[in-house]
C-alpha cells in the first residue's frame, strides 16, 4: 500500500483506491473527494501518513477527468453488448395463452428470522450488556444513599447496621467491577440525582479504589465506606442555596458552609456509628498544612479515613460538572492532585490514588506513539503509566477489540485528547462506522 503525506494532499483530491488512515480505518471510498476538513481534523489528531493502493489526482486533472470517461465508457460498452444480445433472439409470439394468473402456485411466505450478529457484533454485545449490568447496580446504590440522606431529612433516623452492609456490598461491588465502575462518569446521573447524592457515591468509590489498594482488612474496609457515604449528610440541613449557588458566597455563607463536617460528626455520634467513622467525617475537610476546617489540625493529627475521603472528594470535584464549572478529565485531577500545592493532601494517599487508577485513568482517551488513538480500558496497580489500551477502530483476528498493554520501550502515551478532539473522534469513527455497514 502506497503512502501519502498528508501536507502533500490537496483538498478535493481523489484517490483512484479507497484511502485510509491507516491499514483498518477506511477515510474515503474511491474517486470520492478528500474534503478540507477532513484534512483539517486529520492534521490536528497529529495523523501525518495516508495510505492507498491507487494514484491521488485533483478533482479537475485530466488523468481523474480519463479516468471516469473510461470507466462510464465501460459501462455504456456492456450494457449496449447485453441489448444487442436480447434483441438477437426476440420474436413476436402471442402469449395470451399463459396469462392465467388463477394457475400460478401460491407463494409460500417466509418467516422472517433475526439477523444472526457477527463475532465481534456478538462479543461487544455482551461488554455493553456487562457494563450496563454494572451501570444497574451503580444506580441502585446511588438511590439507596439518596434515600438514607432524605430519610433522615424527614425523619432523623439513621439504619446503621443496615448503612454499614451496604457499605460492605459496595466494597465487593467496586472490587469485582472496578474497571467498570470507574468508567461511569459523573455525567450519567448528574441530570436525574441530587449533585450531592452523586458526589458522596463517586466519592465512596474512590475511597473504597483506594483503600483496596492499601489492602485494608474487610471491616477498616466496610467503615471507611460507611463513613465515605455520610461524609455530607450534615450538609442536607443547610440551605441548599449554599451548595447549588453559581455565584460566590458571601464571608457568613462561607462560614455556615464549614460547619457542615461538625453536623456530620453529631448525626454520627448520636446514631451511635463507631469513633474512626465519627472522625472521618469531622476531618474530610482538614488538610495537612492545616488550612482546612473545622478545627484547623495538621498532618498525622488527621485520621487515615478522613485523608483517603479528603483525596477521594477532591479527585471528585475536580471531575465533575458543578452549577459554576464545567468537569476537568481525570488525567487533569490527577495532575492537581499529584503537585499537592502548599501539601495539602497526604502524599501517601495520593501516590495510592495515582497507582490505584494510573496516571491515565480507566476510561480517558489517548494519542500513542504509533499515531492510532485508544481508550484506557483497565491498569495495572502499580505501574502508573503501562495501563491497558483499546485501539480504536480495531479488532484482533477473533472479533475482539484489539487491547494492548503500554510498553514504553515500544508503544507511548503521548498525551491524552481534550474533550473536544474525543467528541470529534467519536463522531468520525460513528461516521465511517455506518459507512461500512452501508457498503
Given at each position: 500500500?502506497?503512502?501519502?503525506?498528508?501536507?502533500?494532499?490537496?483538498?478535493?483530491?481523489?484517490?483512484?483506491?479507497?484511502?485510509?488512515?491507516?491499514?483498518?480505518?477506511?477515510?474515503?471510498?474511491?474517486?470520492?473527494?478528500?474534503?478540507?476538513?477532513?484534512?483539517?481534523?486529520?492534521?490536528e489528531?497529529?495523523?501525518?501518513?495516508?495510505?492507498?493502493?491507487?494514484?491521488?489526482?485533483?478533482?479537475?486533472?485530466?488523468?481523474?477527468?480519463q479516468?471516469?470517461?473510461?470507466?462510464?465508457?465501460?459501462?455504456?460498452?456492456a450494457?449496449?453488448?447485453?441489448?444487442?444480445?436480447?434483441?438477437?433472439?426476440?420474436?413476436?409470439?402471442?402469449a395470451?395463452?399463459f396469462?392465467?394468473?388463477d394457475?400460478?402456485?401460491?407463494?409460500?411466505?417466509?418467516?422472517?428470522?433475526?439477523?444472526?450478529?457477527?463475532?465481534?457484533?456478538?462479543?461487544?454485545a455482551?461488554?455493553?450488556?456487562?457494563?450496563?449490568?454494572?451501570?444497574?447496580?451503580?444506580?441502585?446504590?446511588?438511590?439507596?444513599?439518596?434515600?438514607?440522606?432524605?430519610?433522615?431529612?424527614?425523619?432523623?433516623?439513621?439504619?446503621?447496621?443496615?448503612?454499614?452492609?451496604?457499605?460492605?456490598?459496595?466494597?465487593?461491588f467496586?472490587?469485582?467491577?472496578?474497571?467498570?465502575?470507574l468508567?461511569?462518569?459523573?455525567?450519567?446521573?448528574?441530570?436525574?440525582?441530587?449533585?450531592?447524592?452523586?458526589?458522596?457515591?463517586?466519592?465512596?468509590v474512590?475511597?473504597?479504589?483506594?483503600?483496596?489498594?492499601?489492602?485494608?482488612?474487610?471491616?477498616?474496609?466496610?467503615?471507611?465506606?460507611?463513613?465515605?457515604?455520610?461524609?455530607?449528610?450534615?450538609m442536607?440541613?443547610?440551605?441548599?442555596?449554599?451548595?447549588?449557588?453559581?455565584?460566590?458566597?458571601?464571608?457568613?455563607?462561607?462560614?455556615?458552609?464549614?460547619?457542615?463536617p461538625?453536623?456530620?460528626?453529631?448525626?454520627?455520634?448520636?446514631?451511635?456509628?463507631?469513633?474512626?467513622?465519627?472522625?472521618?467525617?469531622?476531618?474530610?475537610?482538614?488538610?495537612?498544612?492545616?488550612?482546612?476546617?473545622?478545627?484547623?489540625?495538621?498532618?498525622?493529627?488527621?485520621?487515615?479515613?478522613?485523608?483517603?475521603?479528603?483525596?477521594?472528594?477532591?479527585?471528585?470535584?475536580?471531575?465533575?460538572?458543578?452549577?459554576?464549572?464545567?468537569?476537568?478529565?481525570?488525567?487533569?485531577?490527577?495532575?492537581?492532585?499529584?503537585?499537592?500545592?502548599?501539601?495539602?493532601?497526604?502524599?501517601?494517599v495520593?501516590k495510592?490514588?495515582?497507582?490505584?487508577?494510573?496516571?491515565?485513568?480507566?476510561?480517558?482517551?489517548?494519542?500513542?506513539?504509533?499515531?492510532?488513538?485508544?481508550?484506557?480500558?483497565?491498569?495495572?496497580p502499580?505501574?502508573?503509566?503501562?495501563?491497558?489500551?483499546?485501539?480504536?477502530?480495531?479488532?484482533?483476528?477473533?472479533?475482539?477489540?484489539?487491547?494492548?498493554?503500554?510498553?514504553?520501550?515500544?508503544?507511548?502515551?503521548?498525551?491524552?485528547?481534550?474533550?473536544?478532539?474525543?467528541?470529534?473522534?467519536?463522531?468520525?469513527l460513528?461516521?465511517?462506522s455506518?459507512?461500512?455497514?452501508?457498503?
Amino acid at each position: 500500500m502506497n503512502s501519502y503525506k498528508l501536507a502533500d494532499i490537496k483538498p478535493d483530491s481523489i484517490f483512484s483506491e479507497n484511502i485510509y488512515v491507516d491499514n483498518a480505518f477506511l477515510l474515503v471510498p474511491a474517486h470520492c473527494r478528500i474534503s478540507a476538513e477532513q484534512l483539517q481534523d486529520l492534521n490536528e489528531w497529529g495523523f501525518t501518513q495516508l495510505y492507498s493502493n491507487g494514484k491521488q489526482h485533483s478533482e479537475d486533472s485530466p488523468a481523474a477527468a480519463q479516468e471516469s470517461s473510461d470507466s462510464q465508457k465501460k459501462e455504456v460498452k456492456a450494457a449496449a453488448s447485453k441489448s444487442n444480445s436480447v434483441d438477437a433472439k426476440t420474436e413476436t409470439i402471442d402469449a395470451s395463452e399463459f396469462l392465467d394468473e388463477d394457475s400460478l402456485p401460491e407463494i409460500p411466505k417466509k418467516s422472517k428470522e433475526p439477523k444472526k450478529m457477527t463475532a465481534t457484533e456478538n462479543i461487544v454485545a455482551k461488554a455493553q450488556a456487562r457494563l450496563e449490568e454494572v451501570r444497574t447496580t451503580y444506580y441502585q446504590f446511588l438511590d439507596y444513599i439518596d434515600g438514607v440522606y432524605n430519610g433522615y431529612l424527614n425523619d432523623k433516623s439513621l439504619n446503621k447496621a443496615e448503612i454499614m452492609n451496604t457499605a460492605s456490598a459496595m466494597c465487593d461491588f467496586v472490587r469485582d467491577n472496578r474497571g467498570d465502575v470507574l468508567r461511569i462518569t459523573s455525567s450519567m446521573e448528574i441530570d436525574n440525582k441530587h449533585f450531592l447524592i452523586s458526589h458522596c457515591m463517586r466519592s465512596t468509590v474512590i475511597a473504597i479504589t483506594i483503600g483496596l489498594q492499601l489492602k485494608l482488612p474487610q471491616d477498616k474496609m466496610m467503615e471507611l465506606a460507611t463513613a465515605s457515604i455520610m461524609h455530607e449528610i450534615g450538609m442536607i440541613l443547610l440551605p441548599s442555596q449554599l451548595y447549588m449557588n453559581d455565584k460566590p458566597l458571601t464571608a457568613p455563607e462561607k462560614l455556615m458552609i464549614t460547619t457542615h463536617p461538625i453536623v456530620s460528626y453529631n448525626i454520627l455520634k448520636k446514631a451511635n456509628f463507631s469513633l474512626p467513622m465519627q472522625l472521618a467525617v469531622l476531618e474530610h475537610h482538614e488538610r495537612m498544612n492545616g488550612s482546612g476546617y473545622p478545627r484547623h489540625v495538621t498532618g498525622d493529627k488527621i485520621s487515615l479515613y478522613a485523608k483517603i475521603i479528603a483525596t477521594a472528594c477532591s479527585f471528585e470535584a475536580i471531575t465533575a460538572p458543578r452549577e459554576y464549572k464545567e468537569e476537568r478529565s481525570s488525567y487533569e485531577a490527577l495532575l492537581e492532585l499529584l503537585r499537592n500545592a502548599n501539601h495539602q493532601y497526604d502524599d501517601t494517599v495520593t501516590k495510592v490514588l495515582l497507582y490505584s487508577i494510573s496516571l491515565y485513568p480507566i476510561g480517558v482517551y489517548v494519542y500513542l506513539s504509533n499515531g492510532k488513538i485508544a481508550q484506557v480500558v483497565d491498569v495495572v496497580p502499580g505501574q502508573p503509566k503501562t495501563p491497558f489500551v483499546q485501539i480504536l477502530g480495531e479488532t484482533e483476528d477473533d472479533g475482539t477489540p484489539k487491547t494492548v498493554q503500554i510498553d514504553l520501550s515500544k508503544l507511548r502515551i503521548i498525551r491524552v485528547l481534550n474533550k473536544k478532539e474525543v467528541q470529534d473522534t467519536l463522531t468520525t469513527l460513528k461516521k465511517m462506522s455506518g459507512e461500512k455497514k452501508d457498503s
